[in-house]
């Protein structure tokens, strides 16, 4: 696609005439050199602004009379709104420095601005002291119309517009994008991350297929199982995460926030419970106060291994029963010790 200035929001107003004691109050402050004054003033204006010609004669007058600030807050605005203009601006300041050490600083700022033909505006990418509206509206409107190449032209970073297709699970444009740059490695360590709490699996397998995963399989299950992503957890181990490395961390972690989706998935997957003493399994899901996650763990078996052990666990949780949810305490009730099972099962 090809745009034009046109395909950005206009906010000039070519056709209104400005009140004549707010175009008084312009032309003081910028003869007298203050900003705040003259801030105050454009608010006055519709929408902030005067009409074209009214600008041009204002940013003249802040050139001629050596106002580097106000020159500077008319440029960022778009004030000046042709390239003849920016031309005509660059002349006087450049030839005035040569004659005027005064004018060095304000030839300085304007040199810094180009005039951009898909803009149709100036812009100044490389100054950091300011922020360029009128291009970011560019780079937002070339994302909407899925324009790489106008967003690039407008120095948009590919690297942005990726993270934000991982959060919003759009696999087309993510594979456009991937098709298009080179990746730092921290972006994709970001966009893997995005990709895991919105839960968008094509998306991960995307990133996976085409760069490789920045981080170990375990970094990104525990990223998953933070954010309960169930389906995740079971993919990412069957690409071969390791479940049970660091002794169960992963379910010590899981189990320790209370989050239950992922202790049920990871017990599903083989998650070595024999790695620590059973009753801290308990312990932990009652200090997470989570009584999900306590259910979980004695209805998949991660209870305790003898009838002594499952007593003296739930005579403490008896004991400090005011510290604790009163859903936390039926789920202790809803349970027994089986001696034929060997193990702790839910009462029928």
């Known amino acids: ?58 940013l003249l007058l802040a050139i ?53 033909d898909l803009l149709g505006a100036v812009h100044n990418l490389d100054c950091t002291g300011h922020f360029d509206s009128k291009l970011k509206q560019a780079q ?49 360590q970001e966009c893997e991350k995005a990709a ?7 998306i991960l397998e995307l990133l996976l297929a085409h760069l490789g995963t920045t981080q170990d399989l375990k ?4 990223i998953a199982c933070e954010n309960e992503q169930v389906e995740l957890i079971h993919w990412l181990i069957a690409q071969g995460a390791d479940v049970n490395r660091n002794r169960s961390e992963c379910l010590q972690f899981s189990v320790s926030r209370g989050l239950a ?6 017990l599903q997957e083989g998650a070595e419970v024999n790695s620590r003493p059973w009753s801290f399994w308990l ?7 989570s009584s999900a996650t306590l259910r979980a763990l004695l209805t998949m078996g991660a209870g305790c291994r003898h009838m002594e052990s499952w007593e003296l666990v739930k005579k403490d949780a008896e004991k400090r029963a005011s510290c604790f949810p009163a859903e936390l305490m039926e789920v202790f009730k809803a349970f027994r010790w089986d001696e034929a099972a060997g ?3 839910e009462n029928v």
């Open 261 to 266: 989706k992922s202790v049920v998935a990871l």
């Open 1 to 58: 696609m090809c745009y034009s200035a046109s395909f950005l929001p206009q906010t000039t107003n070519s056709g209104v005439s400005v009140d004549k004691e707010v175009l008084a109050s312009l032309v003081d402050a910028i003869r007298r050199g203050d900003l705040k004054e003259f801030l105050r003033a454009v608010n006055k204006l519709p929408n902030n602004r005067a009409s074209t010609e009214e600008e041009s004669k204002l």
């Open 140 to 188: 937002w409107a070339a994302q909407a119309a899925g324009d790489i190449d106008f967003f690039l032209a407008v120095g948009g970073r590919l690297q942005a517009w990726l993270f934000e297709a991982c959060i919003k699970g759009d696999v087309k444009m993510a594979e456009r994008l991937l098709g298009r740059g080179r990746y730092k490695r921290d972006s994709i």
């Open 64 to 116: 001629e009379t050596n106002q580097p600030g106000i020159v500077q807050a008319m440029l960022v605005d778009g004030w000046c709104n042709t390239r003849e203009l920016l031309e005509e601006i660059r002349e006087i300041t450049f030839s005035r420095s040569k004659k005027e050490r005064e004018f060095w600083t304000l030839d300085k700022l304007v040199a810094e601005y180009k005039w951009h």
């Open 219 to 222: 970094s990104l299950l525990d």
């Open 283 to 289: 312990w932990d899901a009652c200090t997470s106060k």
């Open 196 to 202: 895991i709490k919105g839960g968008h699996k094509a």
């Open 343 to 345: 193990r702790v099962v």
